[in-house]
């Protein structure tokens, strides 16, 4: 049996089945691309719950792990070359997932990378913009008078699902035919903007040609309904 002991953040959150692959998260948009994508390629995996509303993503343990103090991380027992790996920052793991278990990135070296530029644009610019618009629509921010903060991310965003609108012209999916992490990437902002962060008609989603039905399809796999809701919240 693989032994984790050494890395603090097992004194917290105890690996009840430390041969699998340890995923530390919560259900956000972030967090759910690993739970999606360990759905979708099968790899065996126990989540362990970091609850951000009591903070415990700065924990002692937690910052261990990433000192960012950021969810989702985790710490796979059978890493290369079989030693443990603690990884955070979403984009990379899905990136490491991807290329451990050679599924859902091409193999093909240019196809490669414009499915990493994808995810790089999810990473660099979906998720901070649509954060803000969460902010400043749904949350403290809403109470500030000045809306030209609120007005600057709403026109942002816009501008950022149209890129996305003219990419899936013609396309099922980020990469054409070819399903993959620049899509699971980017299922969750989307998918928040419009419900939880109640921002949909701000942004004018349902004038946007191809992301509607893109988003829809994506939701309606079975996998990505199961990571939407891993780990469990109590």
Known sequence: MTDLSAFPITQRWPAKEPDKLQLYSLPTPNGVKVSIMLEEIGLPYEPHLVDIM???????????????????????????????????????????????????????????????????FQMAFIGPMFGQVGYFHKFAGREIE???????????????????DGRLEGRDWTMGEDYTIADISLFGWVRNLIGFYGARDL????????????????????????????????
């Open 54 to 120: 009591k903070n415990e993503n700065q924990t002692p343990e937690f910052l261990s792990l990433n000192p960012n103090g950021k969810i989702p991380a985790i710490l796979d027992p059978n890493g290369p070359g079989g030693a443990p790996l603690a990884l955070f920052e979403s984009g990379a793991i899905l990136l490491y997932l991807a290329e451990k278990t050679r599924q859902l990135l091409p193999a093909d070296p240019g196809r490669r990378y414009e499915t990493v530029q994808w995810v790089f």
């Open 146 to 164: 000045d809306k030209r903060p609120l007005d600057r991310y709403v026109a942002e965003s816009r501008r950022l699902l149209a890129v996305l």
């Open 203 to 234: 942004v004018e989603f349902d004038t946007l040609k191809h992301v509607p039905g893109w988003l829809e399809r994506g939701l309606a796999r079975p996998a990505v309904q199961r990571g939407l809701a891993i780990p469990k919240r109590q």
